[in-house]
């Protein structure tokens, strides 16, 4: 399971995580929650404006999360992408089916 990171501040929780297709978070508010894939969904959940101190930590946050993004890369390969080595893509595999019998 994926390493889970967690912001609490005032009423508000969000959590992340990565998966293959990129960061994911699910932020809350009293009565209410959301499913994100960009900082700027979560931004807009969240409703804190910039120069007070939540908002400010909240933005600090979610840049540390893309700096280490960037910095473990992009995004970690497809599962289905022929050009990867140990893809689960059947045509990442070089089949020749000279040893495959249809069972009938």
Do not use: Y
């Amino acid at each position: 399971m994926a390493r889970r990171e967690e912001f609490v501040a005032g009423g508000l929780r969000i959590t992340t995580w990565r998966e293959t297709n990129g960061r994911c978070f699910v932020a809350w508010k009293p009565d209410v929650s959301i499913f994100c894939q960009t900082t700027q969904e979560v931004l807009r959940f969240a409703a804190w404006p910039a120069k007070t101190p939540t908002g400010d930590s909240l933005r600090e946050w979610l840049a540390s999360l893309g700096a280490a993004d960037q910095q473990k890369g992009a995004s970690l390969a497809p599962v289905g992408d022929a050009n990867v080595e140990g893809s689960w893509d059947p045509q990442a595999h070089d089949v020749d089916n000279d040893a495959t019998r249809m069972i009938t």
